[in-house]
């Protein structure tokens, strides 16, 4: 059984940092992409962060500079850096899971960051 579980989120100050951390199980983790998505409350679910390959991470305009993605194949878990928050940012985040030549994909259960004074 595929698992992706999140964890890290919760409620910081604008300009306060968190770290996102998303678990895989029950799949080949080499064999697929992992990325990060957020959904604000009546907006679509967007791309934050794509690493698709050592050195080759992608991410959305909002958050470059301020958002860095990683991974350790050996924990079989991708991380997401988040500094300097701001309140757009506020959203829940989702971990996914692609395969990189079948295309079956896999999310997370999400995880609330909410970035507010």
């Known amino acids: 059984q595929v698992q992706l579980v999140e964890s890290g989120g919760g409620l910081v100050q604008p300009g306060g940092s968190l770290e996102l951390s998303c678990t895989a199980s029950?799949?080949?983790?080499?064999?697929?992409?992992m990325g990060w998505y957020r959904q604000a409350p009546g907006n679509q679910r967007e791309l934050v962060a794509v690493y698709t390959s050592p050195g080759n991470t992608n991410y959305a305009e909002s958050v470059k500079g301020r958002f860095t993605m990683s991974r350790d194949n050996a924990k079989k878990t991708v991380y997401l850096q988040m500094n300097s928050l701001k309140p757009e940012d506020t959203a829940v985040y989702y971990c996914n899971a692609n395969h990189r030549s079948n295309g079956r994909h896999y999310w997370g259960q999400g995880t609330q960051v909410t970035v507010s004074s």
């Open positions: 029950g799949i080949i983790f080499s064999f697929y992409a």
